[in-house]
Protein backbone atom coordinates (compact mmCIF):
# COMPACT_ATOMS: atom_id res chain seq x y z
CA UNK A 1 0.00 0.00 0.00
CA UNK A 2 1.61 3.41 -0.58
CA UNK A 3 2.38 6.18 2.12
CA UNK A 4 0.53 8.84 2.61
CA UNK A 5 2.17 12.15 1.29
CA UNK A 6 1.38 15.47 2.44
CA UNK A 7 2.30 19.26 0.53
CA UNK A 8 5.08 19.16 2.72
CA UNK A 9 6.73 15.39 2.20
CA UNK A 10 6.32 16.44 -1.24
CA UNK A 11 8.42 19.44 -0.93
CA UNK A 12 10.65 17.64 0.53
CA UNK A 13 11.06 14.72 -2.18
CA UNK A 14 11.09 17.75 -4.56
CA UNK A 15 14.59 19.12 -2.65
CA UNK A 16 15.70 15.70 -2.81
CA UNK A 17 15.00 14.93 -6.14
CA UNK A 18 16.72 17.75 -7.52
CA UNK A 19 20.40 17.58 -5.16
CA UNK A 20 20.28 15.07 -2.20
CA UNK A 21 23.43 16.68 -1.44
CA UNK A 22 21.29 19.37 0.33
CA UNK A 23 21.80 19.62 4.16
CA UNK A 24 18.84 19.35 5.72
CA UNK A 25 18.97 23.28 6.86
CA UNK A 26 19.03 23.76 3.66
CA UNK A 27 15.65 21.66 2.98
CA UNK A 28 14.17 22.98 5.75
CA UNK A 29 14.67 27.00 5.13
CA UNK A 30 13.58 25.70 1.05
CA UNK A 31 10.51 24.39 2.41
CA UNK A 32 9.57 26.65 5.33
CA UNK A 33 10.15 24.01 8.60
CA UNK A 34 13.69 23.24 10.20
CA UNK A 35 15.85 20.59 10.25
CA UNK A 36 14.13 17.82 12.95
CA UNK A 37 10.51 17.76 11.30
CA UNK A 38 12.57 17.66 8.00
CA UNK A 39 14.71 14.62 9.19
CA UNK A 40 11.61 12.98 11.41
CA UNK A 41 9.85 12.58 7.59
CA UNK A 42 12.62 11.67 5.41
CA UNK A 43 13.42 9.10 8.03
CA UNK A 44 9.62 7.42 8.02
CA UNK A 45 10.13 7.95 3.96
CA UNK A 46 12.57 5.79 4.18
CA UNK A 47 11.46 3.29 6.07
CA UNK A 48 8.19 3.68 4.65
CA UNK A 49 9.45 2.29 0.94
CA UNK A 50 8.84 5.86 -0.77
CA UNK A 51 12.90 6.92 -0.68
CA UNK A 52 14.88 3.62 -2.22
CA UNK A 53 18.41 5.46 -2.09
CA UNK A 54 20.32 7.90 -1.93
CA UNK A 55 23.18 7.93 -5.14
CA UNK A 56 24.97 10.45 -7.66
CA UNK A 57 23.72 10.78 -11.19
CA UNK A 58 27.10 10.10 -13.19
CA UNK A 59 27.61 11.76 -17.19
CA UNK A 60 27.93 8.19 -19.08
CA UNK A 61 29.65 10.57 -22.04
CA UNK A 62 32.11 11.58 -19.40
CA UNK A 63 32.83 8.34 -18.76
CA UNK A 64 33.44 7.40 -21.98
CA UNK A 65 30.09 5.52 -22.15
CA UNK A 66 28.62 7.24 -25.42
CA UNK A 67 26.65 4.72 -26.53
CA UNK A 68 22.75 4.14 -26.04
CA UNK A 69 21.36 0.84 -27.23
CA UNK A 70 17.53 0.24 -27.13
CA UNK A 71 17.29 -3.54 -27.14
CA UNK A 72 14.21 -5.15 -28.12
CA UNK A 73 14.02 -8.50 -27.37
CA UNK A 74 11.79 -11.22 -28.37
CA UNK A 75 11.93 -14.89 -26.51
CA UNK A 76 9.75 -17.93 -28.06
CA UNK A 77 10.16 -19.19 -24.32
CA UNK A 78 8.63 -18.31 -21.26
CA UNK A 79 9.33 -20.97 -18.66
CA UNK A 80 10.30 -20.27 -15.34
CA UNK A 81 13.62 -21.93 -15.84
CA UNK A 82 14.42 -19.59 -18.77
CA UNK A 83 13.35 -16.94 -17.42
CA UNK A 84 15.17 -17.23 -14.00
CA UNK A 85 18.26 -17.65 -16.03
CA UNK A 86 17.37 -14.91 -18.40
CA UNK A 87 16.79 -12.19 -15.43
CA UNK A 88 20.49 -13.60 -13.73
CA UNK A 89 22.15 -12.46 -17.01
CA UNK A 90 20.57 -9.23 -17.28
CA UNK A 91 21.40 -8.73 -13.73
CA UNK A 92 24.91 -9.88 -14.03
CA UNK A 93 25.65 -7.56 -16.70
CA UNK A 94 26.35 -3.59 -15.80
CA UNK A 95 25.71 -2.36 -19.06
CA UNK A 96 22.24 -2.81 -18.57
CA UNK A 97 20.69 0.38 -17.07
CA UNK A 98 16.84 -0.34 -17.58
CA UNK A 99 15.26 -3.95 -18.21
CA UNK A 100 11.41 -3.98 -18.82
CA UNK A 101 8.82 -7.02 -19.05
CA UNK A 102 6.44 -5.71 -21.72
CA UNK A 103 2.85 -6.57 -22.71
CA UNK A 104 2.71 -7.04 -26.67
CA UNK A 105 4.81 -8.33 -29.41
CA UNK A 106 7.89 -7.48 -27.76
CA UNK A 107 8.65 -9.35 -24.90
CA UNK A 108 11.47 -7.50 -23.44
CA UNK A 109 13.02 -3.93 -23.58
CA UNK A 110 16.45 -3.12 -22.35
CA UNK A 111 18.55 0.02 -22.28
CA UNK A 112 22.02 -0.47 -22.44
CA UNK A 113 24.89 2.09 -22.14
CA UNK A 114 28.57 0.99 -23.96
CA UNK A 115 31.45 2.65 -25.71
CA UNK A 116 30.30 2.55 -28.89
CA UNK A 117 28.98 -0.46 -31.43
CA UNK A 118 32.21 -2.87 -30.88
CA UNK A 119 31.36 -2.88 -27.34
CA UNK A 120 27.43 -3.23 -27.91
CA UNK A 121 28.40 -6.18 -29.51
CA UNK A 122 30.39 -7.81 -26.48
CA UNK A 123 27.39 -7.46 -24.66
CA UNK A 124 25.54 -8.64 -27.20
CA UNK A 125 27.50 -11.72 -28.45
CA UNK A 126 27.95 -12.55 -24.18
CA UNK A 127 23.79 -12.40 -23.53
CA UNK A 128 23.22 -14.79 -26.83
CA UNK A 129 25.76 -16.75 -25.58
CA UNK A 130 24.14 -17.49 -22.28
CA UNK A 131 20.64 -17.64 -22.93
CA UNK A 132 18.47 -18.23 -26.31
CA UNK A 133 16.37 -15.50 -27.75
CA UNK A 134 13.82 -15.81 -30.56
CA UNK A 135 14.79 -12.33 -32.17
CA UNK A 136 17.28 -9.04 -30.87
CA UNK A 137 16.55 -5.63 -32.61
CA UNK A 138 18.97 -3.04 -31.57
CA UNK A 139 18.01 0.63 -31.87
CA UNK A 140 21.05 3.54 -31.70
CA UNK A 141 19.51 6.16 -29.74
CA UNK A 142 21.00 9.36 -31.85
CA UNK A 143 20.28 12.28 -28.90
CA UNK A 144 18.82 11.89 -25.67
CA UNK A 145 16.52 14.56 -25.44
CA UNK A 146 15.17 13.85 -21.77
CA UNK A 147 16.69 12.01 -19.05
CA UNK A 148 15.21 12.23 -15.66
CA UNK A 149 15.32 9.87 -12.25
CA UNK A 150 12.87 12.45 -11.12
CA UNK A 151 9.64 11.07 -10.62
CA UNK A 152 6.66 13.64 -11.04
CA UNK A 153 5.32 14.52 -7.36
Not at 9 to 19: F, G, N, P, S
Not at 45 to 72: H, N, P, Q, S, Y
Not at 131 to 136: A, F, H, K, M, P
Request: a negative charge.
Amino acid sequence: MAMRLDETDRKILAELQADASQSLDEIAKKIGSSKTPVWNRIRKMREGGVIKATTAVLDAEALGLEACFFVLIRTSEHEAEWQAKFLKALMARDEVLEAHRLAGEIDYILKVRVANARAYDVFYQALISEVRVYNVTALLSMEEIKSTTALPL
